[in-house]
């Protein structure tokens, strides 16, 4: 699994660490010691993102704006990046194991997690499965599972017959279609660089068409999580994947700990149209919920 770390943390050029989550129990206790350095900490903050662009394609205009108050983690979630396994595991659970892991052994105790479409789903697993750990949540986008029950209405809507379909184009067609769907704005690019993104960012096919399979949960395999951490649901308005009426529901299923801010004339990708107002509100948030 790699992930970009604070500098100091690094284990290849760069900012590049690169761990093999798979093995970490193998890792000696002295390792992780050394990759503590608790005199030097800033508060953590691990930048999860989604289904179509690696972590730094996706957060590209949150990590400048943090980088200097806080230590940012932006991984690649398993298949995107450099970030592989040999595992047969494609859940949602197991990309979460992985990341609780790698962030154990790069010596992160407490973290917020900012989670972004498919990454929110991994997010909230992170917290129901560590809250110890993950002390506070972002989440964009996206929900605490994806059901049956949700699904089959989404893609209706969408008018397609599976995610794999919207999520992994395979023309430059399908790649313009994705991108309208998730922005409010519509913007334009040469095809070359359609032609481009198609080659480098949709890797992996095969493994991620699993990844979206393994995300829909059977109902009856889910139950919602009482989670103690404060909660932050920024919106798009204007979202056309995940619509805004989902955050409204889940602040009502979620209680008293969770926020919800709705940023106008944006879309899925909120954090990319809209980035001043993005990291205006993710900032006041990560301020207001320190760990202690």
């Known amino acids: 699994m790699s992930f970009w770390v604070p500098k100091g943390k690094a284990t290849a050029e760069g900012n590049l660490s690169v761990i093999d989550a798979e093995n970490l129990t193998k890792t000696s206790n002295k390792s992780r010691e050394m990759m503590k350095k608790k005199d030097d900490q800033r508060p953590a903050v691990v930048l999860v993102h989604g289904f179509a662009f690696d972590g730094l394609y996706t957060w590209q205009f949150q990590i400048g704006a943090l980088a200097k108050s806080y230590d940012l983690y932006v991984p690649d979630l398993l298949f995107f990046g450099l970030s592989q396994t040999s595992s047969t595991d494609r859940s949602v659970r197991f990309q979460a194991d992985c990341m609780i892991a790698a962030l154990m052994w790069l010596g992160v105790e407490k973290c917020t997690v900012v989670g972004f479409s498919y990454g929110g789903f991994v997010a909230f697993k992170m917290a129901e499965i560590k809250p110890d750990m993950v002390h ?132 899925h990708l909120a954090h990319v149209e809209r980035p001043c107002y993005y990291n205006r509100y993710l900032k006041k948030f990560l301020a207001a919920n320190l760990p202690h």
Do not use: C
């Open 136 to 267: 506070s949540l972002v989440i964009s986008g996206s929900l605490v599972a994806m059901t049956e029950s949700k699904s089959k209405p989404m893609l209706e809507s969408l008018g397609r017959k599976s995610f794999a379909e919207l999520l992994l184009p395979e023309t430059v067609e399908g790649l313009k279609a994705l991108l309208s769907r998730g922005s409010y704005r519509k913007f334009w690019l040469p095809n070359f660089i359609y032609k481009d993104f198609l080659e480098v960012m949709f890797s992996h096919r095969k493994e991620r068409a699993e990844l979206l399979e393994a995300m829909i949960v059977n109902n009856n395999d889910v139950s919602l999580p009482n989670f103690s951490q404060k909660i932050l649901l920024l919106w798009g308005d204007n979202d056309g994947i995940f619509r805004v009426q989902f955050a409204k529901d889940m602040k009502e299923q979620l209680g008293e700990n969770t926020t919800i801010q709705i940023i106008g004339k944006a879309g």
